[in-house]
């Protein structure tokens, strides 16, 4: 399955001695071409978060998406057999071209120098960011996402009004957020101008387009106190992060929310790549117990604050709940 950036889409993957295929499933065992990707500078990754676990990074320099498994165990065997397959083609360039050095061949060297817009990055998922990840304005049915093609991320249009001509996709202008449009003219600043020079988007209606800046145009912007955006939903440190279903009492609604522990603080957001959090509370002088009945299947635990109850959480399977 590979995690477009709405919805999931059944995709067969082939993987061969120097390439992956992905196809579609058309008919009665036929499948339809999408793309060839060339093992030469590939990577698979897992991702950083917990529980993602069904999901596997491919990133090359054609195409980056992310991947989904029907298991965790599907997952690992696939990035094994991915990872394997690269190194073992990068060790046969390696002999056939000996007068490349090895620094060049090796994909980690390469991966810490590969300059902003080398390679096609991965976007994140949609549904994962509810807010623009650099100005935390939400997203509504007038304020839509849009993706940055130097890093993936997504932004707001007001964060993302310039293009800028990526390597990977041939020095075509594209849209790029804020910070990397920034990143991109100093990268192009310190080495010779030979690749990716920047379009001025704004040139030929700079005019209008100031106005429209100085309008909120649909912008709706919260104030979001300092407290709640120190962390982030996707931060690396975290002690553990996840959805779970709350419900504030036992007749109130289900929500469905990513959490977060990190510092003894739970914080609580809309979605797993928010930059800032919903709410946040810490833990000290709270306990968990789990509620034991037929239908809650062990997946039931309250919060409870000197016996009075503050939240009931209900995670998608027993096992997540048992942490
Ligand atoms: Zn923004
Ligand atoms: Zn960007």
Request: charged share 25%; with cysteine.
């Amino acid at each position: 399955m590979k995690l477009s950036r709405k919805v999931m889409q059944p995709r067969m993957f082939f993987l061969f001695n120097d390439a992956l295929l992905y196809t579609t499933p058309v008919q009665s065992g036929m499948y339809k071409l999408n793309n060839m990707l060339s093992l030469a500078g590939m990577k698979v990754k897992k991702p950083t978060q917990e529980a993602y676990q069904n999901e596997l990074n491919i990133e090359s320099v054609e195409r980056s998406f992310i991947l989904s498994a029907s298991s965790a165990t599907e997952r690992d065997e696939w990035l094994e057999a991915i990872s394997k397959s690269i190194e073992e083609y990068t060790k046969k360039r390696i002999t056939f071209n000996p007068s490349k050095s090895l620094e060049e061949a090796d994909p980690e060297k390469q991966e810490e120098d590969s300059p902003l817009g080398s390679k096609a990055p991965i976007w994140i998922p949609d549904t994962r960011a509810t807010m623009c990840m650099i100005c935390t304005s939400e997203f509504t049915l007038t304020w839509r996402r849009h993706h940055c093609r130097a890093c993936g991320k997504i932004v707001c249009q007001a964060c993302s009004s310039n293009k800028y001509g990526l390597d990977y996709m041939k020095n075509q202008p594209a849209r790029v957020c804020d910070h990397c449009f920034r990143e991109l003219q100093k990268q192009d600043n310190q080495c010779t101008p030979k690749s990716g020079s920047p379009v001025n988007h704004k040139s030929p209606s700079s005019a209008l387009s100031t106005v429209l800046h100085s309008i909120p145009s649909g912008r709706k912007q919260k104030k979001i106190p300092a407290a709640l955006k120190e962390v982030s939903a996707n931060t690396e440190d975290s002690t553990m992060s996840g959805y779970l279903h709350r419900s504030k009492g036992s007749k109130k609604p289900w929500k469905h929310l990513w959490f977060v522990i990190k510092n003894k603080v739970l914080y609580t957001y809309a979605a797993s790549e928010d930059v800032a959090a919903l709410e946040s509370q810490p833990l000290l002088g709270f306990t968990v117990s789990e509620v034991k009945d037929e239908n809650s299947e062990s997946r039931v635990f309250h919060l409870l604050h000197k016996n009075t109850l503050f939240y009931i959480f209900k995670a998608d399977d027993p096992h997540s709940a048992q942490k």
